[in-house]
C-alpha cells in the first residue's frame, strides 16, 4: 500500500539554524500538508500546498517558513533560523480528492529538536 | 471556523471493558469527521471516517463511531479493548474549503488499556 514517507525521522540542531524537512507523499495525491505536534499538545495545522502554491497557512506559520516542491515526488519544509518553540513533531500529509476518498495519509513524522 | 471537543484527556480501563471516547465539534458548516490513532512512537494512522450516507461508522479492528448531527458528536466505542489498544486517540474535523481541507483536530485522548 501506498504511504507517505519523511526523512529524517529525528533532526537535532541549534538556535537560529536552518532546517529542512523532507517529504515523498503518495505519488497520484495533489495536496499536501505540513502540521506540527508539540510534545503533549495538539496537533496543529501549518500550512497546505496545492498547484505549486500555497493555499491556505495558519498563523504559526510565520515569515521563518516556506514549503517547496521542487521536483515531482518531494515536498519540503523549511524553518530559516530556528527557535527552541519550534521543537516539535512535524508531521507531512497527501490528499486526493474525489472517488469518495477524502482522506489525508500522514507520514510517521520528523522530530525536531532545536537547542 | 472549526473546532473540536475531546471531553476527556486520559482515559483508563481494563481489558476486555468496554470504551467510549468522547468528541465533540463545532462548524457553521457541514464537516467530514476523523478519529485518528497515535501509537507510542510513531505517526497518525487513520482509524475511521464519516463522510456521507450512514451515520455509524467502523473499522477493521472494532472500534465503531456515530455522527450525532443533533449533538453535533462523533464519539468513538469499542465493545471490548484490548492492550494493544493502547494509544492516543484524536478527533478531527474538515470543513470543505475549495478543495484544501485542512483538518482540525482536538487535544486527544489518551486511552490506557490495563490487563
Known amino acids: 500500500e501506498p504511504e507517505v514517507t519523511q526523512t529524517p525521522s529525528h533532526q537535532v540542531t541549534q538556535m537560529g539554524q536552518e532546517v529542512i524537512l523532507r517529504c515523498v507523499p503518495i505519488s497520484n495525491h495533489l495536496y499536501f500538508y505540513w502540521y506540527r505536534q508539540i510534545l503533549g499538545q495538539k496537533v496543529e495545522f501549518l500550512v497546505s500546498?496545492?498547484?505549486?502554491?500555497?493555499?491556505?497557512k495558519s498563523e504559526i506559520f510565520d515569515d521563518q517558513f516556506s514549503v517547496e516542491r521542487p521536483d515531482g515526488s518531494n515536498f519540503t519544509l523549511k524553518i530559516r533560523s530556528t527557535k527552541l518553540e519550534d521543537s516539535a513533531m512535524y508531521f507531512c500529509?497527501?490528499?486526493?480528492?474525489?472517488?469518495?476518498?477524502?482522506?489525508?495519509?500522514f507520514g510517521p513524522g520528523t522530530r525536531l529538536t532545536v537547542l | 471556523a472549526q473546532s473540536v471537543t475531546q471531553l476527556d484527556s486520559q482515559v483508563p480501563v481494563f481489558e476486555e471493558a468496554p470504551v467510549e471516547l468522547r468528541c465533540n465539534y463545532s462548524s457553521s458548516v457541514s464537516v467530514y469527521l476523523f478519529w485518528y490513532v497515535q501509537y507510542p512512537n510513531q505517526g497518525l494512522q487513520l482509524l475511521l471516517k464519516y463522510l456521507s450516507g450512514s451515520t455509524l461508522v467502523e473499522s477493521i479492528n472494532g472500534f465503531e463511531a456515530e455522527f450525532n448531527k443533533s449533538q453535533t458528536s462523533f464519539h468513538l466505542r469499542k465493545p471490548s479493548v484490548h492492550i494493544s489498544d493502547t494509544a492516543e486517540y484524536f478527533c478531527a474535523v474538515s470543513a470543505f474549503s475549495g478543495g484544501y481541507n485542512k483538518l482540525i483536530f482536538g487535544a486527544g485522548t489518551r486511552l490506557a488499556v490495563h490487563p
Open positions: 500546498f496545492y498547484n505549486n502554491e500555497i493555499s491556505e
Open positions: 500529509a497527501s490528499f486526493r480528492t474525489g472517488e469518495g476518498t477524502d482522506t489525508q495519509y
